[in-house]
Each structure stands twice: as C-alpha cells, then as structure tokens.
C-alpha cells in the first residue's frame, strides 16, 4: 500500500513539473497566447494550487495521520485568513491591497489558504531536512528552530513571486507600491510573523502529542520520502525562471535571478543533505 500512495506521488509530481514547464512557456504556445493573461493566470495559480495541495496532503498524511494534517490545515486556514482580511481593511501586517476578481469572490479567495498550506507544509517539511529532524519528534530547543526555519523557507517563496503575480499577473494590487518592484517591505515582514505563528502553534502542538511508530521511522528512513518535499519545492523555483522565456522584462530577469541564489540554492542544499545522510536508506 504504502509503495503504491509513493508512485502515486511521484507520478503527480511529474505531473506538476510537467505543466509548470508548459505554463512558462504560455505566450510561445499559439492556442494559449490568444487567452486573457489574467484568466489564463488565475487558471494556472488553481490548477497549480489543487495540484499541490493533492501531493502535499498525502505526503503529510504518512508523517501526522490524518489527525495531524486536518489540523495543521487548521491552523494555517484561522491564522492566515484572518491576517489576510485584517491587513485588507487595516494595512497591519502586510500592508493595503485588494485581490482580482479572478479569484473568487471572496475579500480573501479560499485559493490563498490552500497556497498557504500547501508551501507552508513544504518548508515545514524542508527546515526539518535542514536540521536533521527526520525520524524524531520535535523536542527542546528544535521546537523554536523548525518554525524559525520554515518561516524564512516560506517567505523565500512570496519574495520571489509576489512581484509577477502583483503587477504582470495581476492577481492582487497594492494600493500604495512599494520599492521592491511594486511590493511593500512590510509585505515580507508581516509575511514571517504570520508563517512563524502558524509553524510555531504546530511545533508545540506536535511536541507534545506527537508519536512515531516502527511503521512511521520505516517511511521517515527513506531517502525518497524527503527528496519529494525538496523536489517540489524546486519544481515551484524553477517556474519562477522558465518564465524568462515567454516575459523577458526587468522584473521576471530580477525574480529570476532572486530565486535562483533563494529558493533554489535551499532545493539543492535539501537535496545534497537528503542524500549524504547516512541514517538514510
């Protein structure tokens, strides 16, 4: 069963490599050109989205049961929802902005919590590659660290997205640009002190009700289990620079050039751990 749900996952993230490569190159496919770029863009972020969310969740499920994922869903879902709709109607903490139509109709689209989620699993997942808490529960000071971690891993990701998807995508608008490509500082700070509260509440739950079965260490020894969350987590960056190809302007060659010394360099520093580790199978 549990050789089967991995395939599973393996073949939804070629999958999603697949489409990623596809959607960069968008405006040099001819059927697709002729689309709206802001509903061809809103398609994509849900297609992406649901994807991810898919391979992600079943990820988590062999690592925390269902139990686990549901509330870290939770968890994720109160907290970012609720900053999100407090930041719309009063600027604190990422600032004055309003989302596309295209999205839903929502003053915060459901699609925002799934992306929150779903990356925010990913980097959960990747601070712990980075300080080796791969068959343990979180204990003493890792309980602070992990979420710490995480936390710069997530907002590597808004650092490297939030410019396009703001301004040539459109599918939200600042109200008052800020000086990194359009983006306010206070976007990123308050993006950390959401993802650090959402990761922190987790890690203390978890430090404490948390429990690894002789099943649970067999999957948790596997180098393929890991390399999943950290190819994805590449997948994700490499979109980022493919899309050079079709939208060679200032700020695709920027976020480009931003993700490859961010999100990539963690996607291959996870990796090169995942695989030198000995403990590993």
Request: zero cysteines; hydrophobic letters at 55%.
């Amino acid at each position: 069963m549990v050789g089967t749900f991995n395939r599973f996952r393996w073949a939804l993230i070629i999958l999603f490599l697949i489409l990623s490569i596809f959607t960069a190159l968008g405006t040099k496919i001819p059927f697709l050109s002729s689309v709206d770029p802001l509903i061809l863009n809103s398609v994509e972020s849900l297609i992406f989205t649901i994807l991810i969310f898919i391979i992600v969740l079943l990820h988590g499920i062999e690592r925390y049961n269902k139990k686990g994922m549901v509330l870290f869903f939770l968890i994720t879902f109160a907290v970012s929802y609720f900053f999100e709709n407090l930041s719309i109607q009063t600027g604190f903490p990422f600032g004055f902005y309003h989302y596309s139509s295209t999205l839903g109709v929502l003053t915060v689209p459901l699609i925002i919590v799934f992306a929150y989620f779903a990356v925010g699993y990913l980097s959960w997942m990747l601070a712990h590659v980075l300080t080796g808490q791969y068959t343990q529960k979180l204990e003493g000071k890792q309980i602070f660290i992990v979420p710490l971690i995480a936390s710069f891993l997530m907002v590597m990701w808004d650092l490297t997205m939030d410019p396009v998807s703001s301004t040539i995508d459109g599918l939200w608008v600042w109200q008052t640009p800020g000086v990194y490509f359009g983006v306010p500082i206070s976007n990123f700070v308050g993006w950390f002190l959401v993802v650090y509260i959402f990761f922190q509440i987790f890690a203390i739950y978890i430090s404490r009700y948390d429990s690894i079965s002789s099943k649970k260490i067999d999957i948790l020894s596997n180098k393929p289990y890991w390399l999943e969350a950290g190819i994805l987590y590449g997948i994700m960056a490499l979109g980022n620079i493919l899309i050079i190809i079709s939208m060679n302007n200032a700020i695709t060659q920027s976020m480009g050039l931003v993700t490859i010394f961010t999100m990539i360099f963690v996607a291959i520093l996870s990796l090169i751990t995942i695989t030198n580790n000995p403990e590993l199978k």
